[in-house]
């Protein structure tokens, strides 16, 4: 099969998703000409024209509205934050409009719409450009939360957030861009909701999130050195979360590591955590372990970011404390 | 004050009809919150009838509209069902909402009522994108979005205008100046007296209008709408208004706001303005009033009946409508 890169295979589902649905449109930050921050949306403009891939005023609560409004009127407006932590500035249109128009209307709405944006640390951008946000948006009912960590993965999960009716915060991660993989050239999807054993292994269950995945399964191949043979899940949805893969895999294994790159507190760990206690908490080993960044803001100096960020050392070691 | 001389007799009863109801329906509802009769909170239109009625009468059936927290009058205005509207208030089953939104998110999409908000200044936005289908669309529909004084004060106020005017979108942004955001007197909130002016920095035509006059308000809605229809853009009108109450039912309003300057505006109230204007004109005797006025009332009994005597939801409903297709998180 074909090995194409994250941004590629994004593009794709982007690209596929528009000629299949001219109700398909983008709106963002510098997306048409320049094609997005992360390149992402380049060359889409010149195949759809500017009235479907449309630049904005740098206006997050007016670029996430405008999707809402549009998205009422039936439209399937797929909106970019150009980095999660801008999210902040739309989150009343996100939080007390988009997840609740339909609730609140009494089920006569739909929120059609999607917004793509990224997050995580890695390049030194600092408190304002590396955050790992998903769960503000898990905590708010309404929305759902894909984060893949594939190029398989994000172009079948892109295409899925766009036929949702629901609306869909779509997070990808700024080191994943370049990241290599294989993608058929047949059309398939990824239903929102439905986890991926990334490696199986019978001694610990390894759930971790976006590039955090990738982190883990290196991890994995070091334990496995050592004997310890690890199943890495990867949820690629946190809302709606596949609860019953992640316990039919705790269920096997009796241990379970969740590795996240968002702080530790409130993380959406704590979450995973809660349901294997309350529905598999006679099938553990040991106590869950939770992998996940410092309580701080993303420092700037790499060696500051990669202290308070997750990496193999600290998943390993994290494992083999279940290990005694 | 708008002379009402382009406008058609029936459209001109009309107003007054659609006027009367907003009135009666609020008075009703201020009643029955008063007796105990309706939860949660709700913030009465009373004296500003003739924006939602002016503006509203200057769209067709398949325009779109997005009111505010104070929206009862505006989703009057285009159409909604009084007897759906009272249920909601009453919490039922058979409300608008199903007893999930309330007083403060009455919608009916069919309508072209895209609902309304209980966060100041979050519609604007939101209209920017309906407007924004119509234009992809090519149909010539547009958006209206009312808003208060207070919400011109937000980021996404400013986020909206300054996006609808760059991509010339067919909204028309209507201010319902009522000179208080919630108790603060409009001079303590901004440094300007006239809204409209802040058009200006956006690019795009800003009026100022009576609204106590429901022509007035017309006529000047009117050209903005067909502006944006032609493909001109939008337009931001601020209506001067007043409410009669307080910002919610339990408020009197007398904290902030002196008794004069209330007794001077209920002087002004845009019922009794438009009802003088159809005697004068001969439009209408006051026996045709009160028949209309007499229907109405009959009208809003009914709603009130209707919601007093339906179900409640079931319990086990606060769980549905969260997401499309049953997903029960």
Redesign the interface.
């Known amino acids: 099969m074909r090995e194409i890169t994250y941004r590629e295979a994004l593009r794709e589902g982007l690209q596929e998703e528009m000629r299949r649905d001219e109700r398909v449109f983008l709106l963002g930050e510098d997306i048409a000409e320049f094609g997005g921050t992360y390149k992402v949306t380049e060359g889409l403009l010149a195949e759809f024209g500017p009235e479907r891939v449309r630049n904005t005023p740098i206006s997050e609560t007016a670029i996430v509205g405008a999707a809402l409004g549009a998205a009422l009127l039936g439209m399937r407006p797929v909106a970019e934050l150009m980095y999660i932590d801008f999210s902040a500035v739309a989150m009343d249109q996100i939080v007390n409009q988009i997840a609740k128009i339909r609730y609140m209307f009494g089920g006569k709405a739909k929120a059609s719409l999607v917004i793509r944006t990224q997050g995580g640390a890695g390049r030194s951008s600092g408190p304002h450009h590396a955050q790992s946000l998903e769960t503000w948006f898990c905590h708010t009912p309404g929305l759902m939360v894909a984060m893949p960590s594939t190029p398989y993965d994000v172009k079948g999960l892109i295409k899925s957030s766009i036929r949702s009716d629901n609306p869909v915060i779509f997070i990808e991660h700024k080191l994943l861009y370049n990241e290599k993989g294989p993608v058929p050239e047949e059309e398939y999807l990824v239903p929102i909701g439905k986890a991926d054993i990334k490696r199986e292994g019978g001694d610990v269950t390894l759930v971790a999130t976006s590039r955090m995945v990738l982190r883990a399964l290196k991890a994995a191949e070091a334990l496995a050195e050592d004997g310890i043979e690890a199943e890495v899940l990867d949820p690629r949805s946190l809302v709606p979360l596949d609860e019953d893969a992640i316990l039919q895999s705790v269920k096997k294994t009796g241990r379970l590591v969740i590795i996240h790159e968002a702080v530790k507190r409130g993380g959406y760990g704590a979450e995973i955590q809660a349901v294997v206690s309350e529905k598999a908490f006679d099938y553990l080993d040991a106590p869950i372990k939770r992998v996940a960044a410092a309580n701080t803001p993303v420092p700037f100096a790499p060696t500051l970011e990669n202290f308070v960020i997750p990496d193999e050392r600290d998943i390993i070691k994290g494992v083999k404390e279940l290990f005694g | 004050m708008g002379k009402g001389k382009r406008v058609s007799k029936e459209k001109l009863i009309d107003m007054y009809r659609n006027m009367a109801r907003i009135r009666f329906f609020e008075e009703r509802a201020v009643e029955l919150f008063l007796q105990g009769q309706l939860p949660g909170f709700l913030h009465s239109s009373i004296g500003q009838e003739a924006v939602a009625v002016g503006a509203c009468s200057a769209l067709r059936d398949d325009d ?1 509209m997005i009111s505010t927290h104070r929206g009862h009058g505006d989703i009057i205005a285009k159409g909604a069902r009084v007897d759906g509207m009272m249920a909601e208030l009453f919490a039922k089953k058979t ?7 309330g007083s403060m ?1 009455i ?3 069919d309508l072209g009522i ?2 309304a ?3 100041v200044g ?1 519609g ?11 234009q ?1 669309r090519g149909t010539d529909q547009v ?1 209206l979005c009312f808003f208060g004084d207070g919400a011109t004060n937000t ?2 106020f400013h ?2 205008l ?2 609808a005017a ?2 010339d979108l067919p909204v028309i942004f209507v201010c319902q100046n009522n000179l208080y955001a919630e108790s603060t007197p409009q001079a303590s909130h901004q440094k300007i007296p006239d809204i409209s002016i802040r058009a200006k920095s956006y690019g795009i035509p800003g009026l100022v209008v009576d609204g106590n006059d429901v022509v007035a308000v017309y006529e000047i809605v009117d050209r903005a709408v067909e502006r944006a229809r032609r493909g001109g853009g939008p337009s931001l009108i601020e209506c001067k208004t007043y409410r009669f109450l307080g910002h919610y039912v339990g408020d009197p309003g007398t904290a902030y706001r002196k008794k004069e300057e209330v007794e001077q505006w209920r002087e002004k109230d845009p019922l009794l303005v438009h009802r003088k204007r159809l005697l004068t004109m001969g439009m209408a005797a006051d026996e045709d009033l009160e028949k209309i006025d007499g229907g109405i009332q009959r009208e809003i009994e009914e709603a009130v009946a209707f919601g007093q005597s339906s179900p409640d939801p079931q319990p086990e409903e606060a769980l ?6 049953g ?1 029960i ?1």
Do not use: R
């Open positions: 779109y409300g608008y909402c199903k007893g999930k939104g998110h919608a009916d999409l895209l609902g908000t209980g966060i979050s604007p936005p939101i209209a920017n994108g309906a407007a924004l289908a119509c992809l958006c980021g996404s986020e909206a300054n996006l760059v991509w549905e409508d969260v997401y499309v297709n997903y998180p």
